[in-house]
Structures are given as structure tokens and as C-alpha cells.
């Protein structure tokens, strides 16, 4: 079984220690290349650094996350603009609206979007999209780029009915996280699952954050690893009434043509 993570913040400071070991436990686990995302200025460089240490198996995005939106000045988007003349960062992301956390104010998160949805046109590059309790203004700001864009993939998708189908209207893509495993606030989405089709579906930790709260015994230091990925692939493949094989073969096939990443064995 060969699985790619579309989204790890393998970045992150919790990382640092043991990287390597945890690099390991997701290859035992059958994870064979794992896209490492890029959520702010700091971080889009650190993401390019370690794909760049890991070349075939870690691929970056650069992008800028509606958290940290105020952040993003023209020196942000020339810096930004500069990863992506680099072939190891294959998409443009993480970035969108986040109206339930609300970290940046609202106009300043619709302005690093948009400045990174133009990125992605003069770029061609697909689009890695968060977005959260802000779906009506996600869609009026990608309205405005309407048959400009490429491919795009709207990562750890958590929204109702109706948000999806608007989203599979789009042809996008949808990321699932380990999200679906939550009891208390991921059971709509086991139910949503099954009316995914198949092209459109790929797999993702966002590690070290949404830990599956079905994996058991839960690692005491609660931090997310790219190797539960199979353990997601497992409850997806369960909610979809399928055969594990087959939603990771379709998965991993959906994650090599969106990224455009080369085959392993
Ligand atoms: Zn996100």
C-alpha cells in the first residue's frame, strides 16, 4: 500500500527533535512522499529546506495562512514569489479565509488570498486552500478568479452538505484529515464521505495538529504523525465502503496528478 500525506506542517518546532524517526515510522507505514506545507513567511522557506534535504520523498508548498495575514506586505509576496520559482515547491498554500479563529482581521485575510490566488495564475501552480467558518466570502474571492486557476484542493475540508457539493460543483478536490475520527464533531462528515468521488479525494495529517481520536493508545505527547495517515486511510475506507487498497490507490494516484509527483516503488 503506498499512501501520500498531501498536508504535514513537518516544520513545526515539535519536529525538531526527531524528524528523522519520525520520517522512518511514516515510510514503515506505507506513506512513500508527503507534501510538507508552507503557512507563513518563516515557514514557506523551512518547508522548501526540507524538501530540498529529502528529494523524491518531501515536496513543499509556500504559501501564507489566514492566521498570520498580517504579515503579508510586498516584500512577503516577492519572497513568497521567489519559493515558487523552485520545481520542489508544488503548490501554492496554505492559504484562505479563517473566519473561527479570526487571528488576522477579515479584510487582510481577503487581501493575502487573493495577492496568493494571483500567484497561482502567473504561476500555473495548483492551490492548497484552508478555509473555516468563512465559506460564503471563500467563494465570492474565488469567484473573482473564475477560469484562471488550476487545479485546486480544499485541505482538511470540515463543512456541511452543502458547502461539499458546492465544492465538487467547482471540480475541486477535498483533503481529509483525521478530523472524520473526532466523535463530538467529525461524525457529519462519515456521513458525507461516501459522496466524494473517487478523482476528487486525497488524504492528509495536518501534523502535528488533529491527532486521530481513534487511534489507540494514543501517544501520550499528542502530537500528530504522518505514519496515522494509514490509520485515516483505514476509517475513510470503512465510511466509503471500500477496501482500504482501493481508496489509497485512488488517493495516492489523485495526490501524484494534482501535485505532479513521479511514481515510486
Ligand atoms: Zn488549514
Known sequence: ???????????????????????????????????????????????????????????????????????????????????????????????????????????????????????????????FLHQRDAHADFMAVMRNFQGQLGPVVVHCFTGSRAELFEILDQDWHVGITGWLCDERRGQHLRELVPHIPAQRLMIETDAPYLLPRTVKPQPAHRRNEPMYLAHIAGELARDRGEDVAVTAAQTTANARAFFGLPRRD
Open 1 to 127: 500500500m503506498q499512501l501520500i500525506d498531501i498536508g504535514a506542517n513537518l516544520g513545526h518546532d515539535s519536529f525538531d527533535h526527531d524528524l528523522d524517526a519520525v520520517l522512518q515510522r511514516a515510510r514503515d507505514a506505507g506513506v512513500v512522499q508527503l507534501v510538507v506545507t508552507g503557512a507563513s513567511r518563516e515557514g514557506s522557506p523551512r518547508a522548501l529546506e526540507l524538501a530540498r534535504q529529502h528529494p523524491g520523498f518531501l515536496y513543499a508548498t509556500a504559501g501564507v495562512h489566514p492566521h498570520h495575514a498580517s504579515e503579508y506586505t510586498d516584500e512577503c509576496d516577492a519572497e513568497l514569489r521567489a519559493l515558487h520559482a523552485h520545481p520542489q515547491v508544488v503548490a501554492v498554500g496554505e492559504c484562505g479565509l479563517d473566519y473561527y479563529r479570526d487571528l488576522s482581521p477579515r479584510p487582510a485575510q481577503r487581501r493575502a488570498f487573493e495577492r496568493q490566488l494571483q500567484i497561482a495564475v502567473d504561476t500555473r501552480k495548483p492551490l
